[in-house]
Every structure is written in C-alpha cells, then in structure tokens.
C-alpha cells in the first residue's frame, strides 16, 4: 500500500473507533489512538468492547 493512501486509511480508523467508543460511553481520545495505531484491528476492538455502565 502507498503512503499516501495508507495514512489517511489509518487515520480514518482512529476517527471511525473513536466515534465508535464514545457512542459506548468510553473515552475518544484514547480510542482515536489506539485504533490510529492498530488500524482495522481497532475497530474490531472498539467494536467488541462492552457499553460503559453508569455509576448508581
């Protein structure tokens, strides 16, 4: 893969599980960079990862 294709994909994966994980009540600037980093490995994570239950 290119640079220059690869990087924006990578960064809209970060994007993508961020928006992910916040929809789930966890923390977007953490999620933007894990998934940032491990790409659609990532997404899968943030996917899978449970809702946030709140504190009663």
Same mark, same amino acid.
């Given at each position: 893969?290119?640079?220059?294709? !690869? $990087?924006p %994909?990578?960064?809209?994966?970060? $994007?993508?599980?961020?928006? $992910?994980? =916040? =929809?789930? #009540?966890? !923390? !977007?600037?953490?999620?933007?960079?894990?998934?940032?980093?491990? #790409?659609?490995? #990532?997404? %899968?994570?943030?996917? %899978? %990862?449970?809702?946030?239950?709140?504190?009663?």
């Amino acid at each position: 893969m290119k640079l220059e294709l !690869g $990087i924006p %994909v990578w960064l809209l994966c970060g $994007i993508l599980g961020a928006w $992910i994980a =916040t =929809t789930k #009540g966890r !923390g !977007g600037c953490f999620w933007f960079l894990a998934c940032a980093a491990l #790409g659609p490995i #990532g997404l %899968v994570f943030a996917a %899978v %990862v449970s809702k946030k239950k709140p504190n009663d």
